[in-house]
C-alpha cells in the first residue's frame, strides 16, 4: 500500500503558510472560509501592502494588520503554528503591536 499523497494545500514556499490558514490558526476568524473572504475582501495588509489572495504565503517575522469587530489588529507573526489549537495556543501565533497603544489604557490621569 503506498503512502497518501502530499497535502498539496501548502502550495507556498518552506517556511511559510497561507496566510488564510494563519487567521484561522490564530483565532482571527472561525473558519477557513471566513478567513478567506477577509482577505479577498481587501482588509488585510500584510508588510504594508495590501493582500486580496488567501494563498499569499506568510513567514514568521512578518506584520499584519486589518480591522476586525470593531478594532484594528496590528500583529507582527511569531510562529506559524501546525494546528488550530486552543485560544492560549493561539495567542502565541502573534505578539500584539497595539497592545501598549496609550489610546487603549486607560485614562489615569482622569481618576485623580
Known amino acids: 500500500m503506498s503512502p497518501p499523497p502530499p ?7 518552506s517556511g ?5 490558514k ?15 473572504a477577509l482577505v479577498e475582501s481587501g482588509a ?8 486580496v489572495k488567501p494563498a499569499t504565503p506568510v513567514r514568521i517575522g ?3 494588520s486589518f480591522a476586525l469587530a ?3 489588529h ?3 507573526v511569531r510562529a506559524l ?21 496609550p489610546a487603549l489604557e486607560p485614562d489615569r490621569e482622569a481618576g485623580k
Open 22 to 36: 494563519w487567521l484561522w490558526q490564530a483565532r482571527f476568524a472561525k473558519s477557513r472560509s471566513r478567513a478567506a
Open 44 to 51: 488585510v495588509r500584510l508588510n504594508s501592502a495590501r493582500v
Open 70 to 72: 470593531g478594532r484594528v
Open 62 to 64: 512578518d506584520g499584519l
Open 81 to 101: 503554528g501546525t494546528r488550530r489549537g486552543p485560544a492560549p495556543e493561539a495567542r502565541g501565533l502573534y505578539r500584539d503591536l497595539d497592545a501598549a497603544s
Open 7 to 13: 497535502d498539496h494545500d501548502e502550495e507556498a514556499p
Open 74 to 76: 496590528v500583529l507582527r
Open 16 to 20: 511559510s503558510i497561507r496566510l488564510d
